[in-house]
């Protein structure tokens, strides 16, 4: 099955950027209690971001879900739990098996009213749909590396009924770590951790604070526009400490060049 990107959209810079990827796999669900089949979404693109939110979409058919396991893990090899055999021991079905029905359509959403496991249906089908709270917080992914190759994996613990994925949707609220400090730079700055002094949604100390023109180069230029402010307060004030001095054109000299 063929894999695709969809970018939902990309917010301000103060914001999260929000993008979705729908996997490809195998896509029979063996009843043998050990094969998983992984489906995999591949994030490339999402290099020096960070997970600040996430969310799973899955729609399969099986004759009886009390019987599947679904898992996320991310490619630093963090795992989540999402669905593990709803319904058992016992979800109301006769019998120790689990929820019985037909089939899941679910976007596995840590914000959901409803837990996926205690929403088993009788007589519904699909017997598990909407947004649903997976069995273990997705938040568990909060700041871990967005890029790489995402699994979804889906196992049956059960003979005699088999099943089938049809989707499996992945999506990834991110933001980047300009500082390396493994705190998501909207984080960084709401929480404090990060001054954002022009509100660009840029930690200031990622930002090439000497290049006073704004032009991306550390140039001459940018020396007049400091000696203009020499003795004064002024966005020449490199160093914090309230006036435009030596120190400041220390600190300009050695980020010369190109930002």
Known sequence: MKQHMILISVLSAQSAAVASWCGSGTAS????????????????????????????????????????????????????????????????????????????????????????????????????????????PLSAMYGVPAAGAWQIRFSDASPIDAGTVLIACLTLETSPDCNGNGIPDIDDIAGGGSEDGDQDGVPDECQCAADLDGNAVVNVNDVLIMIGQFGSPGTADLDGDGLVDTDDLLILLAAWGNC
């Open 29 to 136: 669900i063996p009843d043998d209690g050990q094969s998983v089949r992984v489906w995999t979404a591949q994030a490339d693109e999402l290099s020096d971001a960070l997970v600040v939110n996430a969310r799973l979409y899955v729609s399969l058919e099986h004759s009886w879900v009390g019987d599947l396991t679904i898992e996320i893990a991310s490619p630093d090899g963090t795992a989540v739990t999402v669905l593990d055999r709803p319904g058992m021991p016992d979800g109301g079905w006769v019998g120790p098996w689990g929820c019985g029905g037909d089939d899941i359509m679910v976007l596995f959403d840590d914000s959901a009213s409803e837990a996926a496991e205690d929403t088993c249906t009788q007589f519904d089908v699909p017997v598990l749909s909407g947004n649903k709270r997976p069995l273990e």
